[in-house]
């Protein structure tokens, strides 16, 4: 698959970002337990009874869950069916490079990972916490072993915004590249906030799924577009 003709950046220390990052998911879920910070924002937003946004209230439920889905799940495809047909029509070949595979592989992954993650940590939503008017007890940050039926853990929702950041990678180095990160923390964080606002998360576990989503972003690039550039450059210097 040949590169694209438009320049694609290849700048950030993969290897120092991938380190740091993993480091980080592993602390704050320790963190903030310690600390009580997920239940002191949690509890911003429950006033005993009720929490602040009712997750099944149709236009906000539209507006901060159901569209944004649609819209990632529209432009991952659209990217997905150009990637293809740029194997078989002349005047798409111009998507058949390593910058269209890596969008499209940033997009299915970064939710599908997150997604399995929810599968495996057995941690509990906050509304189905005793604290918050639930019937269950709260139980070990990770907890692989048992058998009961919690997914919340890390944030399934966000991982489409926070998918966006293949975007920063892609960007020019200053502002281009700052409008790219913050567009793509304010998807992210904005589908998340809904989901912490009506109890479905606590804040730990919106950042962790950001963080997540950058680690499988600077791995994809790195493997996909930044080896390849490094192989040119490696040539050029012989």
Not at 137 to 147: L, R, T, V, W, Y
Request: hydrophobic residues 50%; charged residues 15%; aromatic residues 14%.
């Amino acid at each position: 698959m040949k590169p694209q003709s438009q320049e694609t950046y290849y700048d950030i220390r993969w290897g120092r970002h991938i380190l740091l990052t993993i480091a980080a998911i592993l602390l704050i879920p320790y963190l903030v337990r310690i600390s009580g910070l997920d239940y002191s924002v949690a509890h911003a937003f429950y006033d005993g009874q009720s929490w602040l946004i009712e997750a099944r209230q149709p236009i906000l439920r539209f507006l901060f869950y159901i569209l944004p889905k649609w819209l990632l799940v529209t432009f991952a495809s659209c990217m997905l069916i150009l990637l293809a047909l740029s194997f078989c029509v002349k005047g798409l070949r111009r998507f058949r490079s390593r910058r269209q595979l890596f969008i499209v592989l940033c997009a299915a992954l970064v939710p599908l990972i997150v997604g399995a993650g929810k599968k495996l940590t057995n941690i509990y939503c906050p509304y189905q916490l005793e604290e918050f008017g639930g019937s269950f007890k709260e139980g070990p940050i990770f907890d692989f072993i048992s058998a009961k039926s919690a997914a919340c853990f890390p944030a399934g929702h966000a991982s489409g915004g926070f998918a966006l950041l293949f975007l920063v990678p892609l960007a020019k180095p200053g502002k281009q590249r700052n409008t790219a990160l913050i567009f793509a923390l304010i998807a992210g964080w904005v589908m998340g906030g809904f989901q912490m606002l009506n109890g479905r998360h606590f804040l730990s576990h919106t950042i962790v799924t950001m963080l997540l989503a950058w680690i499988i972003v600077v791995a994809a690039h790195y493997l996909i577009i930044g080896q390849s550039q490094e192989n040119r450059g490696l040539k050029r210097k012989k």
